[in-house]
Structure formats: structure tokens, C-alpha cells
């Protein structure tokens, strides 16, 4: 008996370490993440305060440590490198992808981080939209109505943001309808990605990391392609280059962004897509309060209720979720929780950590 209890509370340490490392390192690197990402975008450089204007770029170097170290885990792993899907699917996905990380990085320049991060959260939309064009999925009537809120919450924050928070990029405040357009198109590109690639991917035998792989080398000729076609690539290697402190920015947003996708990934697998989701939101939260903080974002009362809206429609989605998702007593539990951590994962598009 005293043997069995000790091995209980061993099981029941061993889980709580798991679950610190993997909520530290998603919080740590993802937040760190969206601080660079806004201070590459809206932080001027140099003496001359310059602006860093080629969002591709980042793409390009995101996706190249992602392939890179993707190509080293499945050699050092002794798994297939060879494609295991047609080439052209990949190419499909990583073009929506790029397209997807684009709008996000573009519209930086127009909205500030806290707005995009809350309107991120209006992905479940989207998903659900294509979702039922592309899958025929069907969903609850519950699910409609946070995603409701969530929209609600998401254009009160928007309408009525405070009018001392100005972008850099525009003289006016900083929703304007250039900026709202491209967290749309974020939002349309990210939903169609993750349901597209489910699609695309169904029925073949892949590792995760094998999609990762061929995903992400095929957005680093894609981004490395349009680069050269905009004439950006030498202007942008020319910027880093007079800018050795936005050398170092890009670099560590491609560093955090490649490791936030492991963590991501042993979080899915470890835990299950519910906590996955619940680290995520709360993930959110706390970037927008660090970034209100650090970039002295003010926030109006109207945009405080937004958020409360949002938040609590996500929380509230994760708690149904969670009493709908519990294993009947015949399942096997560890089996419950691998069948909702493939979901995830087979749903997921490896986007260099953002999600």
C-alpha cells in the first residue's frame, strides 16, 4: 500500500515538472517572440530612426532555422527526410502560411501588438467558416455563441482604442482601415491554412516534424523568391547589416520562434490539445499586459471591457470543451488523451511559432 502511494505521488510529481517546463517554455519563448516581433516592426533603429520595413524577410529567416533544425531532428532521429506527401501539397500550404505570417507582420506597422494579439483570438471564426466549407465540419451551438463574443469583444478593442497610442507608419490613430484590413486577411489566411493543410495532409502516415520540414523549406524558396522579385532582399540584408542590433533582434525572433514549436509540439503530445489551448490563451493575455507595460501602449476603459468579453468567452469555450472531452469510464485515459493531442497536431500548421 505505502509503496503504491509513493509511486502515485511520484507519477503525480513527474506530471507537475512536465507541465512547468512545458508552460514556461511556451510563455517564455512566445512571449519573448511577440516583444520582437513589435520592436522590429515599430521601434525605429539607429541614430537616423529608421524603420524596418521587410516583413518577408522575417519570414525568410523564421523559415530557414525551422527547416534547418527540423532537417537535423530527423537525421539525428534515424526518421524518413524523404517527402512523404506530394511536393505541390507542401508548396500549397507554405503559401497560404506565407501569406498568413505577411498580413501578421504587416499589419504591426498599423495597429499596435495589444490589438493584433486580441484580434488573433477571433480565429476561431475563421476556422469555423472553413471548416464547414472545406470539411462539411458541424458545430455546437455553444461554439457559435463564444465565437460571438469573441467578436464583439474584438471590435469593441478596436473601435474605441485609447488616441495617445498612434503608429509609427500613419498620422491618424492606429486602427485604420489599412491595418484593420490586414488582421482580416491574417485571420482568413490563418483559418484556410490550418483547415487546407488537415485536408491536403489526410490519409498519409507523416511525422510532425517531417511536415515541418517540407512546409517550411518550401516557404524559404517561396519567401526567398519574392524577396528577389521585390528587389527587398539586398535592402534588407543592407539594414541588418548597417543595424547590428536588429541583426540580433531578427535573429533571436527566428531563434525563439524555431523553439517554440518544440515546446509546442512535446506540450500536444504530453498534455493533450485542451491544455494546449488553455496555455495559449492565457499566453495571449499575459503579451498584451507586457506589452501595454514595455511599449507603453495606453489602454481605454471600452478596450478593458473588450478584453474582459474575449478572455472569458476563451476561458469559458476551454471549460466546455474539457467537461465535453472527458473519457467515458470504458476508455482507456492515456489513449483519450493521445487521440485529442493527434487532432491538434494533424490540425496544426508548423508556422514558426506563431500560432
Request: net charge positive.
Amino acid at each position: 500500500m505505502a509503496e503504491t502511494l509513493i509511486t502515485a505521488i511520484g507519477v503525480k510529481d513527474s506530471r507537475v515538472l512536465k507541465m512547468i517546463f512545458a508552460v514556461s517554455g511556451i510563455m517564455t519563448t512566445l512571449v519573448i517572440y511577440g516583444i520582437l516581433q513589435e520592436k522590429i516592426m515599430r521601434v525605429p533603429y539607429g541614430a537616423d530612426n529608421e524603420y524596418f520595413k521587410y516583413s518577408l524577410f522575417l519570414v525568410f529567416c523564421n523559415r530557414l532555422m525551422t527547416s534547418a533544425v527540423s532537417a537535423g531532428t530527423l537525421i539525428a532521429s534515424r526518421k524518413a527526410i524523404d517527402p512523404v506527401a506530394p511536393v505541390y501539397k507542401y508548396c500549397l500550404v507554405s503559401m497560404a502560411n506565407i501569406l498568413t505570417t505577411t498580413c501578421q507582420y504587416e499589419a504591426l506597422k498599423y495597429v499596435s501588438f495589444p490589438v493584433q494579439t486580441l484580434a488573433k483570438c477571433a480565429k476561431m471564426i475563421p476556422v469555423m467558416i472553413w471548416g464547414t466549407l472545406i470539411m462539411q465540419k458541424r458545430y455546437k451551438g455553444y461554439d457559435y455563441f463564444l465565437a460571438l463574443l469573441v467578436t464583439l469583444g474584438c471590435s469593441i478593442f478596436i473601435l474605441f482604442p485609447s488616441g495617445a497610442d498612434l503608429s509609427p507608419y500613419s498620422k491618424g490613430r492606429e486602427n485604420t482601415v489599412w491595418g484593420v484590413s490586414l488582421m482580416v486577411g491574417y485571420l482568413g489566411f490563418d483559418g484556410f491554412t490550418s483547415t487546407f493543410q488537415d485536408k491536403l495532409f489526410k490519409g498519409y502516415d507523416m511525422e510532425i516534424h517531417n511536415q515541418i520540414f517540407y512546409t517550411t523549406l518550401c516557404s524559404c524558396v517561396l519567401s526567398l523568391s519574392g524577396l528577389i522579385l521585390e528587389g527587398h532582399l539586398f535592402l534588407a540584408i543592407d539594414f541588418v547589416y548597417h543595424h547590428l542590433d536588429c541583426f540580433f533582434d531578427v535573429a533571436l525572433l527566428s531563434t525563439v520562434a524555431t523553439t517554440s514549436q518544440f515546446f509546442i509540439s512535446y506540450t500536444i503530445r504530453t498534455f493533450g490539445a485542451l491544455t494546449f489551448a488553455t496555455i495559449m490563451t492565457t499566453r495571449q493575455l499575459v503579451s498584451i499586459v507586457l506589452s501595454c507595460v514595455w511599449f507603453r501602449h495606453p489602454l481605454s476603459w471600452e478596450q478593458c471591457i473588450g478584453s474582459v468579453i474575449v478572455f472569458g468567452a476563451l476561458y469559458t469555450r476551454s471549460f466546455f470543451k474539457k467537461v465535453s472531452e472527458k473519457p467515458r469510464p470504458s476508455e482507456h485515459p492515456m489513449e483519450h488523451m493521445h487521440n485529442g493531442a493527434s487532432s491538434l497536431m494533424k490540425g496544426s500548421s508548423p508556422r514558426g511559432g506563431e500560432p
